[in-house]
């Protein structure tokens, strides 16, 4: 659903954000959860319709988990494993109970988190653009153009969702650090083709060739032709060129069909200086771009939007200093870097010529040492993430997320659980991660209480209390002191002690002042 209606458009919002695909979505809908409605426009008349990004990693699907929405999306096809640059690695390495999913185009994808917004009362506004945007001093003076003319806003926070070739960026100035194209694929999603499920792809001498279902009879392929040179950014894909370079790479013919969307893509990436430059936040591929191996684009994307969406509302609303917006650059860079060193590594290993197969090899029998696997399978899955939580004496589970099937609810009586705030919370024997769906931080109980709870009292808008216990009971020798666990809005374990030291410090830090 979108609104064309300049009394849409309010003179003054807290943010401004431009983009209303899944990132843009995202963002909006964790801004609504934690009380703050932003403007939400999009330049397209309407959703593309684009099946684009076709799944989500585990981590992806672990964030949906702890907001209440898995179930929403219907069909997911459960992918046993992982791979890294076609290479497949067993998805009992990974960190986490949950497998990833794919055959869920990002057309029902960008659905689901658009009834999600609209239940919170944020709708995308279409078609309207942003022409130019000013600072004030306290925010900035956007000026937008749609159906009803021109409108100016004056937006606290701009957050830029809005891309790849992002106009946000673009009018701040931002630079950023690109690598340019090397090496090109063609898709396309073909029907009445009869293509192998192959979605981890196989390396052939002439190039590479990636296809799988998408449900209704659609497949997608994507093939990377070695013997074909770059083609202009933007230049339309035909039915036949995708044809003839399946054709040349796999050498046998492909069966003809119909076309339903063709596009083209590269290995070119690039990663901005800073996320954040004052009151503008970049998110998604406005502040990243990479070759999409291992389909991490648009879910390192959302991870992004749920790791700003809290502390933006926190900070919009008075209750968080403003300094606690840098924590989103400090932790979300770090991330995008990575993320372009794992898919240029994956571009090398799988979209080069023999030469590259001797180090291929070499990859393919360490994935025999399960360290290796772990390692890599966590990389490309969104586990491995481990933020700095201003304690540089904490150690595990300090910064780590907290992993779903781990802990569940325990109540007197197995039944409720009282929050910090007064308030009940049914259903003991819950995943403890499930708990996070109501948006706010958690207290967790898990040894005794002491001070621990009075102490989060004084947060109580903006903690809830849990007591919870381990799923898998722990060995008598040797087991560990229990620890409560301080666990912020996005699922990342902020503090963790079997007693209060220290969790004042850290509620202030990610939380701001307690109320009065």
Known sequence: MTLHAAEAIRSH????????????????????????????????????????????????LEIFKQ???????????????????????????????????????????????????????VTALRPWRLESMEPTGSGYRCVLSGPAGRRTVEADYVAGCDGAASGVREAIGMTARRTPPSVQMLLGDLRGCGLPNEPFGVKHEKGMVMSAPLGDGTERVIVCDFSQPMRPQGAPVTHAEIKNAYENVV?????????????????????????????????????????????????????????????????????????????????????????LLNTAAQGQLFLRGPEADPLREIVRRLLEVPEVSVRLADGVSGLDIRYDMGDPEASSPVGERLAPDALAVAGAGGDTVVGAGGDTVVGAGRDVVEELRHGTALLVLLADDGEASPLAAQWGDRVRVVHARPKEPRRKAGSAEPLNLFVRPDGHIAWAGPRSDGLSASLSRWLGEPAA
């Open 13 to 60: 919002v807290p943010v401004l954000v431009v983009g209303a695909g899944p990132t843009g979505l995202m963002l909006s809908a964790e801004l609504a959860l934690h009380g703050v409605r932003p403007l939400l426009i999009d330049a397209l008349p309407s959703p593309s319709g684009q099946s684009r990004a076709l799944g989500f990693t585990v981590r992806t």
């Open 251 to 339: 050498g046998k013919p492909l069966t003809d069909g119909e076309c339903l969307w063709a596009s083209s893509f590269s290995d070119a990436s690039s990663l901005v200086e800073s996320y954040r430059d004052g009151r503008v936040l970049l998110v998604g591929d406005s502040a990243h771009t990479h070759l999409p191996a291992g389909g991490q684009g648009m879910n390192v994307s959302l991870q992004d939007a749920v790791n700003l969406g809290w502390k933006l509302a926190l900070v919009s609303r008075g209750r968080a200093p403003d300094s606690l917006l840098d924590s989103y650059h400090a932790e979300r860079h770090p991330v995008g870097r990575e993320l």
């Open 67 to 121: 907001r209440g929405i898995l179930g929403r999306f219907k069909g997911l096809a459960q992918v046993p494993g992982v791979h890294f640059a076609g290479l497949n690695i067993d998805g009992d390495f990974l960190s986490s109970t949950l497998r990833p999913a794919n055959q869920y185009p990002q057309s029902r994808t960008e659905q689901v988190l658009a009834d999600w917004c609209e239940e919170r009362g």
